[in-house]
C-alpha cells in the first residue's frame, strides 16, 4: 500500500525558504501512471493546491506562487520536494504532499504544520 | 481561476438523513470533478471522481452527480462516521482550485 510522508522543518523565519520533502513508500515515483503534487492548508481554512510534479519533470504550478514554488523528483531516493521562497506569515498552513491519477488526489500524506515566525 | 462554489457552508443533520451538497463552478468543466471527506487533523480523502465514480473501497451511500457548472454530492444515509467536512475539487483547468468546504454537524 502506497505511503507518502512529509519531514521539514515545522517552523521558518520571514522571507526564507520553506523545504520540504515527501518519501514515498509502497510504490515507486518513476512510474508515468501517476503525479505528485503538493497541496496545502491555513490553519481552519480551505484547501489550495500548490502545484505538480511528473515523472518527466514537467512541472504545473498555481500562477499565485509559481515566483516562488520549485518542486523536483529525486528517482534515486523515492522522494519528492517543495521549496517556497520569501515566505510571510500568509504561508502558514498544513502542507499536503500527495498522488494524483488524472486529477483526483488519491493518495495524500498526513501533512505537516509550517509556521512562519520570527 | 475557476471558482468552486459549495453550498452550504454548514449542514446540521441527524444520523439516517439524507444530504446533499452542491458545488458551482464559474465556468463549465464538464465531469473533472472530485469530492473529499476531510475529518480533523487527517488529510483528505477522495470519495468520488469524474463528476459520478464512487473510489474503490467508498461506502455505496455516497453518489456524485452532475455536469458543466453544477455538481452534488448526496450521502443517502447519513451515519455517524460521516460527520465531516467536504470539498469538491475541479480538474479542468490549472490552476485546479477546490470549494470552501461544506462542514456536516450533528443536529
Known amino acids: 500500500q502506497l505511503q507518502l510522508q512529509e519531514s521539514g522543518p515545522g517552523l521558518v523565519k520571514p522571507s526564507e525558504t520553506l523545504s520540504l520533502t515527501c518519501t514515498v513508500s509502497g510504490g515507486s515515483i518513476s512510474s508515468g501512471t501517476y503525479y505528485w503534487g503538493w497541496i496545502r492548508q491555513p490553519p481552519g481554512k480551505g484547501l489550495e493546491w500548490i502545484g505538480n510534479i511528473y515523472y518527466s519533470g514537467r512541472t504545473d504550478y498555481n500562477p499565485s506562487l509559481e515566483s516562488r514554488v520549485t518542486t523536483y523528483l529525486d528517482t534515486s531516493k523515492n522522494h519528492f520536494s517543495l521549496k517556497l521562497s520569501s515566505v510571510t506569515a500568509a504561508d502558514t498552513a498544513v502542507y499536503y504532499c500527495a498522488r494524483s491519477s488524472g486529477g483526483q488526489w488519491l493518495d495524500w500524506g498526513q501533512g505537516t504544520l509550517v509556521i512562519v515566525s520570527s | 481561476d475557476i471558482q468552486m462554489t459549495q453550498s452550504p457552508s454548514t449542514l446540521s443533520a441527524s444520523v439516517g438523513d439524507r444530504v446533499t451538497i452542491t458545488c458551482r463552478a464559474s465556468?463549465?468543466?464538464?465531469?473533472?470533478l472530485a469530492w473529499y471527506q476531510q475529518k480533523p487533523g487527517k488529510a483528505p480523502k477522495v470519495l468520488i471522481y469524474?463528476?459520478?465514480s464512487l473510489e474503490s473501497g467508498v461506502p455505496s451511500r455516497f453518489s456524485g452527480s452532475g455536469s458543466g457548472t453544477e455538481f452534488t454530492l448526496t450521502i443517502s444515509s447519513l451515519q455517524p462516521d460521516d460527520f465531516a467536512t467536504y470539498y469538491c475539487q475541479q480538474y479542468n483547468d490549472y490552476p485546479w482550485t477546490f470549494g470552501q468546504g461544506t462542514k456536516v454537524e450533528i443536529k
Open positions: 465556468q463549465s468543466i464538464s465531469t473533472w
Open positions: 469524474k463528476a459520478s
